[in-house]
C-alpha cells in the first residue's frame, strides 16, 4: 500500500526534461519491486554469498598445506575434463582455489537470479496487465526497465559486497576481483534478460531465452577450458562467464577484464533501451502469428501436452547436447597425472567407483540428474500455475476428473525425466564413443531420486497448494547438497538429507537395488497423497 | 416441474470469512433464474460449490437431482459454465480453445458453434493473448452456447460486452429457453435480469433474501406516487405504507408500500385529482433496498468470489 501510495507523490515531484520524464516513477517502482522482492531477494543473496563464503574453510580442510595445495592445482589444470567443469586453477593460495571452485558456479547463480528478478518486474509485469495500470500513471517509458535492472544491481552489489567482505581474510584485492566478477556476471545476465525480455510477449520465454544464452556461455568457456590450462581460448573469451574467470581472483588480479565487462553492459543496456523506448507496452518485437480456427485438442491430457511440449523438446534438446558435449570430456579424464591421493580422493568422492573416466562419468551422470530434478519440478509445477491463473477452472467445469486433469501433466512431468535422461545416456555415448549400455543404464538410474522431488512437488500442490513453491527450495538444496556437498566433505548425515545421495554412483560401481526400489516407493507414495489431497480440497480460485 | 438446481441451508467459509451463510436457492427446469446480489455476497462460490469445484462445509445441494460434488465428472457432461473473468492459454486460438471446452462436455453442435462465431463477430484464428476482455468473454460464451446441454451457468458472462453483442446474447439466452434449457444467470445488469429472467433471488452476505418471479417481488417492494390535486391533501401522512412523503402546496409525491396503494389513491381522489403519475418499483430500487440496507448495517463482511 506504501509502494502505490509513494508512487503518485514521486511522480509528481519531477522535472520537465525529457530524460527524467522517460524516467519517472523510478524511484517508486524500484520500492515497489524490492517490498514485492523482500523475502526472495535476501534469500537468493544469502545463497549466492553463503556458496562462496563457505569454500575457504572446507578446502582448508582437505588441502592444509601449501605443497598439498600445489599438487591439487597441478594435477586440476592438467585435467581437461576438470577444467571443463570448474576451469583453470590460477594460483595455489586458498583464496585462488576458492575462486576456481566456486566462483563460476555463484556467477551463474547470480545470472540466474537477475534474470528471474529482471523478468519478473518486466515481462511478467506486461503479461499481468499490471504494467498497464502503472504505465497509466505518471511513470515513464523508460522507468520499469530501469527499476528492474536497479532492482538486479542492489542484489549483485549485496551479494558482490557480502563476499568481497566475507573473502577479505584471503586478500582484499582478490577479494574485491571475486565480488565485482561473480556481481558483474549477474549484471550482465540482468541486461542479457532485459533485452530478452523486449523480445518475447511471454514472461517464460524471456526466461528460457535468457537461460539459454547462460547455458550456451556455460558450454562455451568448458569447452575453451578444456582445450586450454590458460583460460586464453577464443571460446572462453567469448562467454561472459570467462571472462569473470579471466579476472583471475586471488592470482594477480587482471583489472582491465572489468572493461570489457563494462563495455558489454553498457552495449546490452543500450540494445534493451532502443527496444523498449520503440514499442507499445504488453507487445513485442516477435509478432504473433494467426491461429488455427478449429481446434484438435479434445481432451485434458492433449491439453497439458500442447502447453508443455515445447519445454519438454527446449529439455531433451538440450540433455542431448550437454550429454554429448560431456562424453566427450570425459576421455580427457583419463590425461590426470600420477596418482594424487587428494585429487583422486574428492573426484572418487564426487563420483565414485574405479577409474578416473568413470569417475568422471559419474559425476557428470550425477549432475544431469540433479539438474533433471528442476525439469520435473517445473512440470509438476503447471498445474498449480494452471490453477491459480483459472485457467484449470473452466477444464474441471467440463467433464473432468480432477485425477484425470492431473494425470495428464504428471505423466509429461515423470516421462519427460525418462525422456531426459534416457536421451542424455544416448548423448554421452555418442560423445564418448561407446559404453552405450552402461551410460544409459548409469542415466536411468537417477531416476528414482528425481521421480522424489517430483512426487514431493505433487504432495505439495495436491495436499498443500498455498506452499507449492517450497518445492524449489528443496529442489535448491538437494543440488546444492550435491553440487558442492563432496567437495565441502559435508557429514554423511547432511548428504542423506538429498535423495540423490542414495543412489549407486554409475558407471563403474555396483549396481545396489534396495536404494533405487525405495527411492522409488516412496515417489509412489508421495504421489498418491498428493493425489488423494488434490481430490479432497477445493479448487482454488 | 422438476428442479434444475436446489440449494438449501448452504454454509461455506473461508478461513474466518463466511461466504455462505445458510443460503438457499430453487431453480425450476426450464427456466432462466436471475442470481442477484452486491459484489462479495456469495454467488460465485455459490456457482463454483455447485460445480464440484469448492466442497460446501454444511447444507444440501443438488444439480440435476445429483450431488455435485461427488457426481461431478458425469453432471458435466450436461452443464456448460462461463466464468465471469476468463483466463486463456496465450499460445492457443479461440477457436481451439471453444472446440475443447466443447469436447471436455457433452461435445459441440457444429452448425450451431459457427452461426455463433459470427453473430458474435468473433475471429477464432486469433491467440489467447490478444484477445480483448470482451472477446475473451465470447470465446467462452460460444462454447457455452453451442454445447449440447442441460444446464448453462452464466457468472456475470457479459462483463466487457458492448451493447450490440449484449442484444446477442440476449438473443442467445432467450433461444436457450425456447429450446427448454435452464439457465441459471448471475449478473448486475439489471436490465438484463428484467428481460431475461423468469424468476430471480436477491442474496447477501452469503443468504438469500427474496427469491421469486418479478412480479411478485414487485408486490414487497414500493410504488412512486406524484400527484397534482384539486384541494389540499389531507391525512396522507398518517395512512399505513406511506413513505417520504413531500408536499409543495397541492403537489404530493410519496412512496407507498404496493400492496397499500389502495389506501392511498382513495384519499387522494377525495381530494381530487388534476394528474397523477404512478411508477412500479424497477427492478433496481427493489435491489437497490437491499444494498442500501447492507451499507446502513455496516457491510463487515466482504468476501471475494
Known amino acids: 500500500m506504501t509502494a502505490h501510495a509513494s508512487l503518485a507523490t514521486t511522480a509528481f515531484g519531477t522535472s520537465e526534461s525529457a530524460t527524467a520524464r522517460q524516467l519517472a516513477g523510478t524511484a517508486a517502482l524500484l520500492r ?5 522482492d523482500r523475502v526472495m531477494m535476501p534469500v537468493w543473496i544469502l545463497l549466492v554469498a553463503g556458496l562462496v563464503l563457505t569454500m575457504p574453510g572446507s578446502l582448508e580442510s582437505v588441502y592444509g598445506t601449501a605443497a598439498e595445495r600445489a599438487d591439487a592445482m597441478e594435477s586440476m589444470n592438467s585435467n581437461s575434463s576438470m577444467r571443463a567443469m570448474y576451469g583453470p586453477v590460477f594460483g595455489d593460495s586458498i583464496g585462488a582455489l576458492s575462486a576456481w571452485r566456486i566462483g563460476g558456479y555463484a556467477g551463474v547463480l547470480a545470472a540466474v537470479m537477475s534474470l528471474v528478478i529482471v523478468v519478473r518486474h518486466t515481462r511478467e509485469e506486461e503479461e499481468s496487465g499490471r504494467q498497464e495500470m502503472l504505465s497509466a500513471s505518471m511513470v515513464g517509458r523508460r522507468a520499469p526497465l530501469t527499476a528492474a535492472l536497479l532492482a538486479a544491481f542492489v542484489a549483485n552489489a549485496g551479494a558482490g559486497l557480502l563476499i568481497t567482505a566475507g573473502m577479505a581474510g584471503q586478500g582484499a584485492s582478490g577479494a574485491l576481483a571475486l565480488g565485482l566478477g561473480i556481481a558483474g556476471t549477474g549484471m550482465l545476465f540482468a541486461t542479457t534478460a532485459a533485452i530478452a525480455a523486449q523480445l518475447t510477449e511471454s514472461a517464460r520465454l524471456a526466461k528460457g531465452l535468457t537461460a539459454a544464452v547462460l547455458g550456451a556461455a556455460f558450454v562455451l568457456r568448458a569447452a575453451g577450458d578444456a582445450g586450454s590450462a590458460e583460460g586464453s581460448s577464443a571460446a572462453t573469451w567469448l562467454s561472459p562467464l570467462g571472462w569473470q574467470e579471466n579476472l583471475r581472483a586471488f592470482a594477480g588480479e587482471r583489472w582491465w577484464v572489468l572493461a570489457l565487462v563494462a563495455a558489454a553492459l553498457v552495449a546490452q543496456g543500450v540494445v534493451a533501451y532502443g527496444l523498449a523506448g520503440r514499442r507499445d507496452v504488453g507487445m513485442s518485437f516477435l509478432p504473433t502469428r494467426p491461429g488455427p480456427a478449429r481446434g484438435r485438442i479434445g481432451t485434458a491430457g492433449a491439453l497439458a501436452w500442447r502447453l508443455q511440449r515445447g519445454a519438454v523438446f527446449g529439455w531433451t534438446a538440450g540433455f542431448l547436447l550437454a550429454g554429448m558435449v560431456f562424453g566427450q570430456m570425459a576421455s580427457g579424464a583419463a590425461d590426470i597425472v600420477g596418482d594424487n591421493e587428494s585429487t583422486r580422493d574428492i573426484i572418487e568422492r564426487m563420483g565414485g567407483g574405479s577409474g578416473l573416466t568413470n569417475a568422471f562419468l559419474a559425476t557428470m551422470t550425477g549432475l544431469f540428474g540433479m539438474v533433471a530434478g528442476l525439469y520435473v519440478a517445473s512440470s509438476v509445477l503447471r498445474l498449480h500455475g494452471e ?15 480432477r485425477l484425470r486433469w492431473a494425470a495428464g501433466h504428471l505423466v509429461i512431468a515423470f516421462g519427460g525425466t525418462v525422456l531426459l535422461m534416457a536421451v542424455c545416456g544416448a548423448g554421452m555415448a555418442i560423445g564418448h564413443g561407446g559404453e552405450a549400455g552402461a551410460l544409459l543404464g548409469a542415466c536411468l538410474a537417477r531416476l528414482p531420486a528425481i521421480w522424489v ?3 514431493l512437488a505433487v504432495l505439495l500442490v495436491g495436499a498443500y497448494p498455498r506452499g507449492a513453491v517450497a518445492v ?8 546444492a547438497i550435491g553440487w558442492i556437498g563432496p567437495a565441502l566433505d559435508l557429514p554423511q548425515a547432511v548428504m542423506n538429507l538429498s535423495p540423490f545421495s542414495h543412489l549407486p554412483k554409475l558407471p563403474g560401481a555396483e549396481v545396489s537395488w534396495p536404494p533405487l526400489i525405495t527411492l522409488t516407493l516412496v515417489a509412489v507414495v508421495l504421489v498418491a497423497g498428493g493425489l488423494a489431497g488434490l481430490r479432497r480440497r477445493d479448487v482454488i480460485g | 416441474m422438476t428442479k434444475a438446481i436446489t440449494v438449501s441451508g448452504l454454509h461455506k467459509s473461508f478461513g474466518r470469512t463466511h461466504a455462505l451463510a445458510g443460503l438457499d436457492l430453487d431453480v425450476e427446469a ?21 460445480l464440484g469445484l469448492l466442497r460446501a462445509d454444511s447444507g444440501a445441494a443438488q444439480l440435476l437431482g445429483r450431488d455435485p460434488w461427488h457426481d461431478a465428472v458425469a453432471l458435466h457432461r450436461r452443464v456448460a459454465y462461463v466464468p465471469g473473468d476468463v483466463t486463456l492459454w496465450r499460445n492457443l486460438s479461440g477457436g481451439e480453445v471453444i472446440d475443447l471446452y466443447g469436447k471436455l462436455r457433452g461435445g459441440l453442435d457444429r452448425a450451431r458453434r459457427d452461426d455463433l462465431v459470427e453473430r458474435f463477430e468473433l475471429d477464432p ?6 484477445y480483448s476482455k470482451g472477446n475473451r468473454q465470447k470465446v467462452a460464451l460460444v462454447a457455452a452456447f453451442a454445447s449440447d446441454v442441460d444446464l448453462l451457468i452464466l457468472d456475470e458472462p457479459t462483463s466487457g460486452l458492448d451493447p450490440l453483442m449484449e442484444e446477442v446474447f440476449q438473443r442467445c439466452v432467450t433461444e436457450e429457453r425456447e429450446r427448454g434449457r435452464t439457465v441459471l444467470l448471475s449478473s448486475h445488469l439489471l436490465s438484463e435480469v428484467e428481460t431475461l429472467c423468469d424468476r430471480v433471488s436477491i442474496i447477501r452476505k452469503g443468504v438469500t433474501v427474496e427469491s421469486g418471479s418479478l ?11 406524484t400527484a397534482e390535486l384539486a384541494g389540499p391533501p389531507n391525512g396522507l401522512a ?4 406511506v413513505h417520504d412523503l413531500a408536499v409543495e402546496d397541492r403537489r404530493v409525491r410519496l412512496q407507498v408500500d404496493t400492496d397499500k396503494l389502495d389506501g392511498v389513491l382513495r384519499s387522494l381522489t377525495e381530494a381530487g385529482i388534476r394528474s397523477l403519475t404512478s411508477t412500479p418499483p424497477t427492478l433496481e430500487e427493489l435491489f437497490l433496498r437491499h444494498y442500501q440496507d447492507a451499507a446502513e448495517n455496516g457491510d463487515e463482511t466482504v468476501v471475494a468470489r
Open chain 1, 32 to 36: 515497489l519491486a524490492l517490498r514485492r
Open chain 1, 387 to 401: 490453477e491459480t491463473s483459472q485457467r484449470a477452472e473452466p477444464v474441471l467445469a467440463g467433464a473432468v476428473g
Open chain 1, 453 to 455: 522431488l517430483g512426487g
Open chain 1, 472 to 479: 524449489w527450495a528443496v529442489v535448491g538444496v538437494c543440488l
Open chain 2, 30 to 50: 426450464g427456466e432462466v433464474h436471475g442470481f442477484l446480489g452486491p459484489n462479495g455476497s456469495g454467488k460465485s462460490t455459490t456457482i463454483r460449490v455447485l
Open chain 2, 125 to 130: 484464428t486469433k491467440k489467447g493473448r490478444t
Open chain 2, 215 to 225: 412480479a411478485e417481488l414487485r408486490h414487497l417492494t414500493r410504488t412512486s406516487v
Open chain 2, 238 to 241: 398518517h395512512l399505513p405504507g
